[in-house]
Nanobody, 124 residues
Framework: QVQLVDSGGGLVQAGGSLRLSCAAS????????MAWFRQAPGKEREFVAA????????YYRGSVKGRFTISRDNAKNTVYLQMNSLKPEDTAVYYC?????????????????WGQGTQVTVSS
């Protein structure tokens, strides 16, 4: 069983930065993709960024490219999301997710493992 614990959210002014962390544990943790999704009030959960665990290939939604960076530390079983130049529209609960196989990395239902979420609020 894989367990994911998200942390690092908070309140920040527009233009500021935050770094989210997701610590994974399990008997044998070897995902194919790790990803971050977010969900704003009244909206569906949406893809933010993904990384392949083995090679570190990264993928981003268009609106965060150049501002957010996903990375991983395989030795610590941890994935990070560095968020810079934050905007009020980035306000959401951010969730870490893991999937063990290939396939669409940006499709919510492809991920069987989820963190509990961490709130990010960006004030204008």
């Amino acid at each position: 069983q894989v367990q994911l614990v998200d942390s690092g959210g908070g309140l920040v002014q527009a233009g500021g930065s935050l770094r989210l962390s997701c610590a994974a544990s399990g008997r044998t943790f070897s995902p194919y993709f790790m990803a971050w999704f977010r969900q704003a009030p009244g909206k569906e959960r949406e893809f933010v960024a993904a990384i392949t665990w083995r090679n570190g290939y990264t993928y981003y939604r268009g609106s965060v490219k150049g501002r957010f960076t996903i990375s991983r530390d395989n030795a610590k079983n941890t994935v990070y999301l560095q968020m810079n130049s934050l905007k009020p529209e980035d306000t959401a609960v951010y969730y870490c997710a893991a999937k063990l196989n290939t396939g669409s990395y940006d499709y919510t239902q492809n991920y069987p493992y989820w963190g509990q979420g961490t709130q990010v609020t960006v004030s204008s």
